[in-house]
């Protein structure tokens, strides 16, 4: 198992990529500490499904945004686990609409989704990690960073702005063995992709490996990066999109 007894947060952890992630996870030997704010009966029915094939997990309930929640929901986790491994930064999403549709208030929202959260995580976990000497941060991205396009302002420059902290964050906790990495995140299994997964589709058109992400698919790359096989890999920017937006230097 390539992250055996690894203990492993992960944020929105209770539906679609997140419940994938938590499963590849698990697979691979990771002890999950299972976020969640209103999928609550998911993320305990994943959790308990997990401890019945003879894993480890929990769940805690809070609002990411809320610094002092997240910062009580890490010292719970060490309190329960004695250490914390890795945290996997699912929570994001935001407004859409078109120029004159947006409000500010659109992208203040977006930007707590997608950088106020991973703030919030990455300064609760970072003195545990520094103290049992090192840790891996694991930043779910998206294509849109790259591919703009009409109607998803918010989202764009909420992406952005998580990018942006994560290029700090690897140069300020590389010396603690603090590793950053972000996984960028196309056509994905969802609930909102549901149904959409046809071979005339113009995105799986698009797309070399004519098919969608699965959420699974997203956890084992995760695995990776976590694991010691992945021990000297920080600040990577790994696409994971079939082909669609080529990252070739």
């Known amino acids: 198992m390539l992250i055996k007894d690894k203990v492993v947060l992960v944020t929105g952890g209770g539906r679609n990529v997140g419940a994938g992630i938590v499963r590849s996870l698990a697979g691979h030997g990771a002890t999950l500490a299972i976020n969640c704010y ?3 009966d998911l993320a305990q029915a994943l959790a308990g499904s997990i401890e019945e094939s003879g894993g480890k997990a929990g769940v805690w309930q809070c609002d990411i945004r809320d610094t002092d929640a997240v910062k009580k929901m890490v010292e719970d986790i060490v309190s329960r686990y004695g250490r914390i491994d ?4 699912n929570v994001g999403g935001g ?6 549709e947006l409000t500010w208030d659109q992208f203040v929202y977006t930007l707590e989704m997608d950088v106020k959260s991973v703030l919030n995580t990455c300064q609760a976990v970072h003195p545990f990690m520094a103290a049992q000497g090192g840790g891996s941060i694991i930043n779910i991205g998206s294509d849109q960073h790259n591919t703009a396009g009409i109607g998803i302002a918010p989202n764009v420059a909420g992406k952005s702005g998580g990018l942006g902290l994560t290029r700090c964050l690897i140069a300020e906790l590389g010396p603690e063995n603090i590793r950053v990495n972000t996984v960028s995140l196309g056509w994905t299994r969802t609930d909102r992709t549901k149904g959409r997964d046809t071979p005339d589709n113009p995105t799986i058109l698009g797309t070399p490996l004519r098919r969608m992400c699965e959420p699974e698919y997203v956890g084992d790359v ?3 990066l976590i694991s ?3 021990k000297y890999i920080s600040g990577a920017y790994i696409p994971l999109n079939g082909g669609r937006t080529p990252q070739m230097g």
């Open 38 to 40: 209103q999928s609550v």
């Open 95 to 100: 407004a859409t609409g078109k120029l004159d």
């Open 86 to 89: 890795a945290v996997v930064n």
């Open 228 to 230: 010691d096989l992945g």
């Open 222 to 224: 995760c695995a990776f």
